[in-house]
């Protein structure tokens, strides 16, 4: 597999805002949903962990934690290195590559310095992947490694949940992700120690994954922060050996709202730096997001206008963080 970088520029515009988290001191989260992939009811406890939450613990998943370690590793040797050398690796104008503090092009930031990648074939970047191809070799055999597992892990996750929603065609929603031209990335995230000063930095800014499902790993470090229904923001606590799996807007759209795209944030809070590796699931461009009519009863009506991933991409990369993508695609 070849990882390849795509470039995106746009004149960005403001979405309307979703209603803000309460700002009360989070607690930590002792409900965090829990599916052992190789359990017979993971099915079921997958399918109300997303309805209740949107996201769950995953597992048992069947992904060595040699591979997982070794990407961490040589990531955490790029991070290491001089700010000149990073740099090296941030081509002008293109989101993907190296970044530091900047989340988009539209205003946000965080405490946060990431390496952003992308699969897609289709939309190729050549200043992009030449800039990949200046990382170490071991380390781009990492990556590649580690994303072949991840869409791996994301198909399997997806037919179990296709299972449990009593879909007819188990790969209804996992087709979706393993096609070829699926515009699927990835996202590391280095937050540098902070001091223990008792304030509440903000690592990564509160948001919704535009995509159709993320998995996250990250190290023994805390940090994620999920929002309930009621409005308060929870603390998750880390498990270096699990994956953290959050439902995205499209899985929301294809679920007609069965399933809820979880907002999130991480607050750089540590004494100790944390890492964290995101693989975010996506459709092709051309593919057409709607409710699954497999999944709507007869007298079901849509809560969405049909569009493409495409379309929906740009809307998100012209939205701030904390917007709210879906309004404009609600019926």
């Known amino acids: 597999m070849v990882v390849k970088v795509v470039s995106h520029t746009s004149e960005l515009n403001r979405f309307l805002p979703i209603k803000p988290c309460k700002t009360t001191p989070p607690t930590i989260f002792s409900g965090t949903p829990e599916v052992d992939l190789s359990h017979p009811e993971a099915k079921t406890i997958m399918v109300k962990a997303c309805q209740d939450y949107g996201f769950f613990k995953l597992i048992n998943h069947g992904v060595s934690f040699h591979l997982i370690s070794n990407l961490e590793n040589h990531a955490l040797n790029f991070f290491s290195q001089p700010q000149s050398l990073k740099h090296m690796a941030a081509p002008p104008h293109d989101p993907f590559g190296y970044g530091s503090s900047r989340i988009g092009s539209n205003g946000d930031v965080g405490r946060v310095e990431y390496l952003l990648l992308n699969t897609n074939p289709d939309v190729l970047s050549p200043n992009s992947l030449l800039i990949l191809h200046q990382l170490p070799v071991l380390f781009r055999c990492a990556l590649e490694e580690y994303m072949v597992a991840m869409k791996k892990m994301c198909c399997e996750v997806l037919e179990v949940m296709a299972e449990g929603l009593g879909i007819g065609e188990r790969n209804a929603l996992s087709r979706v992700v393993g096609d070829q031209r699926s515009d699927s990335c990835f996202r590391l995230n280095y937050y540098p120690p902070v001091a223990a000063d008792g304030n509440m930095l903000i690592g990564f800014g509160e948001h919704t994954d535009p995509q159709i499902i993320s998995v996250l790993r990250s190290n023994s470090e805390s940090g994620l922060q999920i929002c309930l229904n009621d409005g308060s923001w929870v603390s998750v606590p880390p498990d270096p050996t699990s994956f953290f799996?959050?439902?995205?807007?499209?899985?929301?759209?294809?679920?007609?709202?069965?399933?809820?795209?979880?907002?999130?944030?991480?607050?750089?809070?540590?004494?100790?730096?944390?890492?964290?590796?995101?693989?975010?699931?996506?459709a092709a461009l051309s593919e057409k997001i709607a409710p699954l009519k497999s999944l709507m009863s007869k007298d079901e009506e849509s809560l969405y206008k049909e569009f493409t991933w495409l379309e929906y991409k740009n809307a998100a990369y012209k939205s701030r963080l904390a917007d709210n993508r879906l309004s404009l695609f609600e019926k």
């Not at 929301?252 to 693989?279: G, P």
């Open 245 to 282: 799996i959050n439902v995205g807007d499209s899985l929301q759209v294809m679920t007609n709202r069965r399933f809820k795209s979880v907002k999130h944030r991480v607050l750089a809070e540590s004494k100790k730096s944390r890492m964290s590796m995101i693989y975010f699931g996506g």
